[in-house]
Nanobody
Framework: QLQLVESGGGLVQPGGSLRLSCTAS????????IGWFRQVPGKEREAVSC????????NYAESVKGRFTASRDNTGNTVYLQMSSLKSEDTANYYC????????????????????WGQGTQVTVSS
């Protein structure tokens, strides 16, 4: 059974950077595209990014494009989310999950049917 564990969250000042990690156990991470999500209490969960099995393809929410970068180290069974130029509105609990399906639509890489959600890691952007 695939298990995902997030880490790397914390408190950072606006404009700062953090790198989140999503580490897999139970199955090789290379089998799965991995999505990153975030959620603030009382609000809907927001898709942030998805990275393909090889790391070749990625997609990003408009709100994080140019600031966040998803990557992966399949040898180390870990996917990363590098977050830069952080804003207060990036404050949320961040989750990773495995994509059950991936498609390409008009040149866009799309992940769906997520499973094996991690427990989340809190990111707080505040001065």
């Amino acid at each position: 059974q695939l298990q995902l564990v997030e880490s790397g969250g914390g408190l950072v000042q606006p404009g700062g950077s953090l790198r989140l990690s999503c580490t897999a156990s139970g199955f090789p991470l290379s089998n799965y595209a991995i999505g990153w999500f975030r959620q603030v209490p009382g609000k809907e969960r927001e898709a942030v990014s998805c990275v393909s099995q090889s790391g070749t393809y990625t997609n990003y929410a408009e709100s994080v494009k140019g600031r966040f970068t998803a990557s992966r180290d399949n040898t180390g069974n870990t996917v990363y989310l590098q977050m830069s130029s952080l804003k207060s509105e990036d404050t949320a609990n961040y989750y990773c999950a495995a994509a059950g399906d991936v498609t390409y639509d008009s040149g866009n890489y799309i992940c769906s049917n997520f499973h094996s959600w991690g427990q989340g890691t809190q990111v707080t952007v505040s001065s």
